[in-house]
């Protein structure tokens, strides 16, 4: 009589045990559908844009100004140390160059024509340039680089000139640039035969392009460089 209670106290316990395990593998299943379903649904968030630079005719993807406006870009250079969070990438640089003074480039692929470029020096993030559909620049204490769609970086020393004004630059072009604000330049790239071929707006950010070959920087200080 003993023995009968005992097996069946044990296969009462059994039981109860493998119902505990079924209902917490429900609730495990339950938890893990909500939180696919809500990434699914959270992902995407659109990141706002603002006027920077239109290329030449002729100078890549991005249409001239006379065809289509002036494409909008996010931020183009940020003179502080931390990165902008926009962007997943790559969590590694695909490519490190160095710069005139020395320093190193640490270029990040981010997405198609998207590109972010680390100054660092010492260890030490100095600046970042973005891409995203148009180029960078930045004039870090008369050091101008230039970041490309396709993730090239260029750099040079000195050659600026003070707006507003009009003034020759290299690759034959010419740059006629007005103020418009406090840290806000605008630069007309001109042509051989006069007509505009491009536009900088330097609003409270340097901003670069690539003129078919000849790179140039308008910082929102009214500074304009460019460099073959």
């Given at each position: 009589m003993?023995t009968?209670?005992?097996?069946?106290?044990?296969r009462?316990?059994?039981?109860a045990?493998?119902?505990a395990?079924?209902?917490?593998?429900?609730l495990s299943?339950?938890?893990c559908?909500g939180?696919?379903?809500?990434?699914?649904?959270?992902?995407?968030?659109?990141?706002?844009?603002?006027?920077a630079?239109?290329?030449?005719?002729?100078?890549?993807?991005?249409?001239?100004?006379?065809?289509?406006?002036?494409?909008?870009?996010?931020?183009?250079?940020?003179?502080?140390?931390?990165?902008?969070?926009?962007?997943t990438g790559?969590?590694?640089?695909v490519r490190?160059?160095?710069?005139v003074?020395?320093s190193?480039a640490e270029?990040?692929e981010?997405?198609?024509?998207h590109?972010?470029?680390k100054?660092?020096?010492g260890?030490?993030?100095?600046?970042?340039?973005e891409?995203?559909q148009?180029d960078a620049?930045?004039?870090?204490?008369?050091?101008?680089v230039?970041?490309?769609?396709d993730?090239?970086?260029?750099?040079?020393m000195?050659?600026?000139?003070?707006a507003?004004?009009t003034?020759k630059?290299?690759?034959?072009w010419?740059?006629k640039?007005?103020?418009?604000?406090?840290?806000r330049?605008?630069a007309?790239i001109?042509?051989?035969d006069g007509a505009?071929?491009?536009?900088?707006?330097a609003?409270?950010?340097?901003?670069?392009?690539d003129?078919?070959g000849?790179?140039?920087?308008l910082s929102?200080g009214?500074v304009?460089?460019?460099?073959?």
């Amino acid at each position: 009589m003993t023995t009968r209670r005992t097996r069946r106290t044990a296969r009462t316990a059994r039981s109860a045990a493998l119902v505990a395990v079924a209902a917490a593998a429900a609730l495990s299943l339950t938890a893990c559908q909500g939180g696919a379903k809500d990434a699914a649904t959270g992902s995407g968030k659109k990141v706002s844009s603002s006027p920077a630079a239109s290329r030449p005719a002729g100078s890549g993807d991005a249409p001239s100004n006379a065809e289509a406006g002036v494409p909008t870009s996010t931020a183009t250079a940020h003179h502080s140390g931390t990165a902008p969070a926009s962007g997943t990438g790559k969590a590694s640089p695909v490519r490190t160059r160095t710069l005139v003074d020395g320093s190193k480039a640490e270029i990040y692929e981010l997405g198609t024509q998207h590109y972010r470029a680390k100054i660092v020096h010492g260890g030490e993030v100095l600046a970042t340039l973005e891409t995203n559909q148009h180029d960078a620049g930045l004039d870090a204490n008369d050091m101008f680089v230039v970041l490309t769609l396709d993730g090239q970086v260029h750099s040079w020393m000195g050659g600026g000139h003070q707006a507003p004004g009009t003034f020759k630059l290299a690759g034959g072009w010419t740059a006629k640039v007005t103020k418009l604000g406090d840290d806000r330049y605008r630069a007309q790239i001109l042509g051989n035969d006069g007509a505009v071929d491009g536009t900088l707006d330097a609003n409270q950010h340097d901003v670069g392009l690539d003129a078919n070959g000849v790179y140039v920087v308008l910082s929102f200080g009214g500074v304009i460089s460019a460099h073959m």
